[in-house]
């Protein structure tokens, strides 16, 4: 079933290399970075654009003379369901021409475009992504976690909680006996967070598969 509106809210994830270098630079009292999430199910891409996080589909040139666009990828919030109704009103505003859902034996949605509007978007990639509605802002707010009462509480973004993890850390650290200023504290959860990344299973580096046809996207 199809729910008019529906989209999906995923879970935040970042990477654990990211977090570690804002520690890093919190341990030298420094700010931390914006860190970008990470949704490895989502062949898609997360760009910054001013102060907005958004969320850009994928899509690949299928037939010039068809003037045929392969929708790989949609942005991190949309649902097939919901997007279908999109290209259903794309079509009726004849944005596109048509479009076409392959469920079997592999899912596959192709849209394809009037010969005008397919060269007018081609001469500047973007606007295919915009027409298609393949880019979206994310936003980074009401992040829920339990704090250090055991509590729900929603944080502004990952840095705001990021931040409150790491005063909490220096705290449990100054508990102990021996440590008596928060430079010992920090020294000692250095220590500590080495020994944790060496016992860490290490995996081999994730390497993108050049893939040809792909219609460029640069954020603005």
């Known amino acids: 079933m199809c729910v008019e509106g529906t989209v999906w809210k995923p879970n935040w994830i970042y990477k654990l290399e990211n977090i570690i270098e804002n520690l890093e630079l919190m341990d030298e009292g420094k700010e931390p970075v914006r860190m970008m999430p990470y949704f490895p199910k989502n062949p898609g891409s997360i760009h910054t654009q001013g102060d907005n ?60 475009f009037s010969k005008a509007n397919y060269i007018k978007h081609k001469r500047n990639p973007q606007n295919f992504y915009t027409t298609l509605k393949l880019v979206e802002i994310l936003e980074e707010t009401k992040l829920t976690a339990l704090n250090g009462n055991y509590q729900r509480q929603e944080y502004r973004n990952s840095l705001e909680m990021l931040k409150e993890y790491y005063e909490l850390r220096i705290e449990f650290y100054q508990r102990r006996p021996h440590i008596k200023t928060r430079t010992e504290a920090i020294e000692t959860w250095k220590l500590d967070r080495e020994e944790l990344l060496k016992a860490l299973p290490q995996s081999s580096p994730i390497r993108d598969t050049p893939e040809e046809n792909i219609v460029p996207f640069t954020p603005i």
């Open 53 to 112: 996080l958004i969320s850009v589909g994928k899509l690949k040139y299928v037939h010039e003379k068809k003037f045929t666009l392969e929708i790989l990828a949609l942005p991190i919030t949309t649902t097939p369901c919901y997007y279908t109704k999109t290209l259903m009103a794309l079509k009726k505003a004849s944005e596109i021409d048509s479009f076409s859902q392959l469920k079997t034996p592999k899912p596959k949605l192709t849209v394809t």
